[in-house]
């Protein structure tokens, strides 16, 4: 909750965002006025003309319900982290346990980095290393257009590599 995923779908954009987002009333969970409580719908067109869905989930688990409807047909995930809160290693297993139920091409984005340093991210990697994962895993600012975008190159590079491998 509050990692970035509406403000990432709106930074990459080409539509205005359809988005669901209400007054926050777990403010226990998050201090955030807003949160998103439906789906979040962007679309991004590539060089190609390919057009790209963007689907943003709610954070809240008690919405969970949407997420396996989301990423029905997905061709990836984005998992976002809140790297300033004390959990998030905690939100990292969450959540990939979660979602990798309905996909493999997953990349991680870790938000709230005052800057971006490797060091940062270790911690992340030596968890991931530790269950033996191997996802993409960046330190974004969900605002920043190009960050956003990175990780959607990422996924899609990965289905492209995939379907190759098909093929
Ligand atoms: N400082 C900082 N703020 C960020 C970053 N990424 C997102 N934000 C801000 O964090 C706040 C929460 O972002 P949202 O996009 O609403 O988060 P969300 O993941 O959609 O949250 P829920 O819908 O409640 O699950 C917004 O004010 C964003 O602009 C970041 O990397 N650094
Ligand atoms: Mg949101």
């Known amino acids: 909750m509050g990692a970035g995923k509406s403000a990432a779908i709106k930074v990459l954009s080409d539509i205005s965002v359809i988005s669901t987002e ?3 009333t777990d ?7 807003l949160t998103t409580v439906g789906i979040d719908y962007g679309e991004i067109s590539l060089d190609d003309g390919t057009k790209i869905g963007l689907y943003g989930t ?9 997420w396996p409807v989301v990423c ?6 984005v998992i976002l982290i809140d790297h300033s809160r004390n959990d998030r290693l905690q939100n990292l ?8 139920a309905y996909g493999h091409n997953i990349v991680i984005g870790v938000t709230h980095l005052d800057k971006k340093d490797d060091q940062v991210l270790k911690i992340y ?3 991931m290393a ?6 993409p895993l960046f330190g974004i600012d969900a ?15 990965s289905v492209e590599v995939q379907s190759r491998l098909i093929v």
């Open 130 to 135: 530790l269950y033996g994962y191997q996802y």
């Open 93 to 100: 297993e969450f959540y990939l346990n979660a979602f990798k």
């Open 27 to 33: 403010t226990e969970a998050h201090s955030k006025y």
């Open 72 to 77: 029905q047909g997905a061709i990836g995930i």
């Open 125 to 127: 990697r030596d968890w």
């Open 143 to 157: 605002r920043q257009q190009d960050d956003v975008l990175l990780m959607i190159e990422t996924l899609i590079a």
């Open 22 to 24: 209400a007054v926050n």
């Open 58 to 66: 709610p954070g809240q688990d008690r919405f969970d319900f949407v």
